[in-house]
């Protein structure tokens, strides 16, 4: 559907919206038993398909190279029998988790005497758009559908054939499933107009998730008619302090860093405390070097390798997603915390000290979604948070913060249980 005009794009997007509207109602009354079913059996063809959904991506790696895109992309965008198999872990690990459909919150009887309970209820219909990383398909459609929520997805034009496998395979799932298949619903066009056109659509959508870079972010939260839950980019910072452990400090960099440095978990800056520039951090710098990560700090910082380049008032506020760290050298915990609150993208942040009462200021006054203690930023995933996945990971105040999972795609409502009360 990539040569469509513009009257089609209209007419499918409203389309698939209108279906996901009417199919949200039954799939809110839906039993936890039924819609473990559908899953389980979405995991099966997901495992039954992996060949078409490896070919599919192997049309999209190679599109994706011919347009030189960069290598943390590739990296995000890649699928092998391995990440195949981690979609169907987490959509099983999804399973497994409490259903948070028709739970009580809170209960009481005020004075006038009416039982008053808050009960969790699905949002309805959740649109989300995002960039490059095919899992997200089958990860976004699983919480969704547990939590009673029917979807639209509409991914990158990177992973189009990749996901639309995916899309495929869960829709069969549905169909020999009591959960109805116009649950989920995925964009069938690259055109960008799409977009547009669904956050319009706030007669059928409840929600919008926009996940990719500022670009996208800023563009959604401009046109959306409909209420947006926004994961922004992940500037994270890991802070060693004057009594951080030399060797954890190692461990703990190096896979902040290098782990997956195309995810938005990944530190890309570097507070370092003076007075241990001298002998926590050249082990760490020789490291990163040898495994190919470009090296920006400050001059205290350049004084320990030649190899290591000027950063910039630019490299504190840059999201790299590729080899690239930079480090900075600052006074104390207090400085720390204002770098961070001056570069910082309110996501992920982490302190490596063995003193438990500067952890406690670190941890209290960082005011991101996620901080850590002796910790690897690439711990900021709903996965590892036994949420089973996530949506992504929200970085306002509103209407949740931290990783998206099955509760934070719920709101609630007031239930009034009276016996023949009326107000005087």
């Not at 001298?278 to 320990?304: F, V």
Request: contains cysteine.
């Amino acid at each position: 559907m990539n040569n469509i005009n513009n009257k089609e794009i209209n007419n499918h997007i409203e389309n698939i919206c209108f279906k996901a509207h009417n199919a949200s109602k039954a799939l809110a009354h839906a039993s936890t038993h039924s819609k473990n079913e559908a899953l389980e059996i979405i995991a099966t063809y997901l495992k039954k398909d992996k060949k078409e959904i490896l070919e599919a991506n192997i049309i999209d790696m190679s599109m994706a190279k011919k347009n030189n895109v960069s290598q943390s992309l590739l990296d995000r965008l890649f699928l092998d029998k391995n990440r195949i198999d981690n979609m169907i872990d987490s959509i099983h690990n999804i399973i497994s988790l409490e259903d948070p459909i028709g739970s009580e919150i809170k209960r009481w009887k005020p004075t006038n005497g009416i039982d008053i309970s808050q009960t969790r209820v699905p949002i309805g219909v959740i649109g989300i758009i995002y960039e490059s990383r095919p899992n997200v398909t089958a990860d976004a459609s699983a919480l969704a559908l547990k939590s009673g929520n029917s979807i639209i997805l509409r991914g990158g034009s990177e992973s189009f054939y990749s996901s639309s496998a995916i899309v495929t395979s869960i829709k069969n799932g549905l169909k020999e499933s009591k959960i109805s298949e116009d649950c989920v619903h995925m964009v069938n066009t690259i055109n960008r107009d799409a977009v547009g056109l669904l956050l319009n659509m706030h007669k059928y959508v409840n929600l919008i998730i926009p996940r990719g870079g500022k670009t996208l972010i800023e563009r959604v939260q401009i046109e959306s008619k409909i209420p947006v839950l926004s994961h922004l980019d992940g500037l994270c910072h890991t802070y060693i302090d004057v009594d951080a452990n030399k060797d954890m400090s190692l461990n703990i960099v190096l896979n902040a860093k290098m782990r997956r440095t195309g995810i938005c978990g990944a530190t890309e800056t570097v507070l370092c405390h003076k007075d241990v520039i001298n002998t926590i951090l050249p082990d760490i710098i020789n490291k990163l070097l040898e495994q190919g990560c470009e090296i920006r700090g400050d001059k205290s910082i350049q004084a320990l390798n030649k190899n290591i380049k000027n950063a910039t008032i630019e490299d504190w506020q840059t999201e790299y997603l590729d080899k690239i760290l930079s480090i900075k050298t600052v006074k104390n915990v207090s400085d720390a915390v204002m770098h961070i609150e001056k570069f910082g993208s309110n996501h992920t942040d982490a302190i490596i000290t063995d003193n438990k009462n500067t952890a406690e200021i670190f941890l209290k006054e960082v005011n991101s979604a996620i901080v850590l203690h002796n910790a690897s930023t690439q711990y900021a995933d709903g996965g590892e948070f036994g949420m089973g996945a996530e949506m992504g990971i929200a970085t306002g105040k509103l209407h949740a913060r931290g990783p998206v999972g099955l509760e934070q795609l719920t709101t609630y409502k007031y239930q009034l249980r009276g016996n023949g009360q009326v107000r005087p």
